[in-house]
């Protein structure tokens, strides 16, 4: 099992925030923003602020993705903070 920690500065846009891979990955997702009103958005490729999952200020969230599902991610408003912290899990 391998872990991987990084804090990604989102923009307006969906971008990967945890890539598909070739086994099942165990994902913590953290708003590191502190400011009410500044919130990210999780989902799929096609995710908008109308279609995804919000991650309120300082909120933390934890997921298992199969293998081959990928994680984005986008700011509103932009440059908030996401702290992601995943580890693959050996099948």
């Known amino acids: ?5 990084s ?3 989102l923009g307006t846009a969906a971008q990967v925030v945890v890539p598909g891979g070739t086994s099942p990955v165990k994902v913590y997702l953290h708003n590191m923003e502190h400011a009410s009103s500044r919130f990210i958005h999780l989902g ?3 995710i908008t602020t ?3 999952l919000h991650l309120d200020p300082s909120a933390t969230v934890n997921l298992v993705l199969n ?3 990928a994680l984005y991610a986008l ?4 440059g908030c903070v996401l702290g992601v ?4 899990m050996d099948e």
């Open 75 to 78: 700011s509103d408003p932009d």
């Open 1 to 5: 099992m391998t872990l991987y920690n």
């Open 85 to 88: 912290l995943y580890q693959t």
């Open 67 to 69: 293998r081959t599902e």
């Open 44 to 46: 799929g490729s096609g």
């Open 50 to 52: 109308a279609n995804s």
């Open 7 to 9: 804090a990604i500065t």
